[in-house]
């Protein structure tokens, strides 16, 4: 019989994985676990079920605002995504004592827009964000400027906007740079002459250069396995950009998915040479991964 395990290439995504943000959130949530102490996350520190999990195991207690404003004298960790003003100030009530794990890119966009907002004296400008709403980033972006900035999450929304009125426009830091141009245009084609309009690309170029990057694996492989959670908007869109160039892509959450999908299990029977490629998200853990490319090595590849 041939060696099938010596023709089946099994390829993880170096480009795939947790960002910057998601690293070094996750990295503050394990050194505080270290000193004992109860520890609180405000929201799923990334969004992958598997790795919350992880974290869960070792003393990380997941609550979501309701519950943090109940807390007196305790430990919360803020996730990447960053928080609003109000949630600094119930803290600062509550005596919370907060591990501010917000991504500086995040910060810096929040800084920005409070700036905008807080120059707008009269509150003759509409503050524009190009985002998902009820997402935790546009949340905090939106409380910078009490409520008020309007979000649209697709540049067909733009045509809501009054262009009789100045527009400040910035993006959440994982949309895609495309459509933050398409919503540029549009305005920028709109805009009443005596009105202002400026914008500010504030995606996240750690996250935007993985589309070119994830197209080009796609390509290069027969089957592709994407790995991510369900609440990741970043993995569906990434996905996405995997599907459009490899139709044979699928995306699973775990390891366990490998053994039901029928495609992959024809693909291993039909083709005695086969190249799969496993990728993911900005949430997706490179140890999750690792054990999605163990479970096609032990459970679908030929003996040898």
């Known amino acids: 019989m041939t060696d099938s395990r010596r023709e089946l290439k099994i390829e993880i995504d170096t480009g795939s994985g947790f960002c910057f943000g998601v690293t070094r959130a996750i990295g503050k949530a394990e050194e505080e676990l270290q000193q004992g102490c109860p520890l609180y996350c405000l929201g799923d520190i990334v969004h992958n079920g598997r790795e919350v999990e992880r974290l869960r195991a070792q003393g990380l207690v997941t609550i979501d605002h ?22 600094y100030a119930l803290a600062e009530q509550n005596q919370i004592h907060l591990i501010d794990a917000t991504c500086p ?3 810096h966009l929040q800084e920005r827009i409070k700036r905008e907002f807080v120059a707008d004296v009269q509150r003759n400008k509409q503050i524009v964000i190009f985002g998902k709403r009820g997402h935790a980033e546009v949340l905090g972006l939106v409380g910078q400027t009490e409520g008020t900035a309007i979000v649209i999450e697709t540049p067909e929304e733009a045509a809501q906007l009054d262009f009789t009125r100045d527009i400040a426009l910035y993006s959440q830091t994982t949309k895609s740079l495309e459509g933050f141009r398409q919503v540029v245009e549009y305005i920028q084609a709109h805009i ?37 959670g369900q609440k990741s908007s970043n993995g569906r869109a990434l996905f996405q950009e995997c599907a459009q160039a490899n139709a ?11 053994d039901t999908l029928q495609p992959l299990k024809d ?3 039909q083709n005695r040479k ?10 997706t853990p490179k140890w999750l991964m690792e054990q999605c490319k163990q479970r096609i090595a032990d459970t679908l590849t030929l003996e040898t």
């Open 192 to 228: 009443a002459p005596t009105a202002t309009f400026t914008y500010a690309d504030t995606i996240c170029r750690q996250v935007a250069n993985r589309i070119p990057h994830i197209r080009d694996f796609a390509r290069s492989h027969d089957i592709i396995l994407f790995v991510c």
């Open 248 to 258: 044979q892509s699928y995306m699973i959450d775990s390891p366990a998915e490998i």
């Open 274 to 283: 086969l190249s799969i490629g496993i990728c993911g998200a900005t949430s």
């Open 66 to 87: 309701e519950q943090f404003s109940q807390l007196r004298d305790a430990h919360v960790l803020l996730r990447a995504h960053g928080e609003p003003p109000s949630t």
């Open 105 to 107: 890119v995040v910060l």
């Open 267 to 269: 693909a291993m029977a």
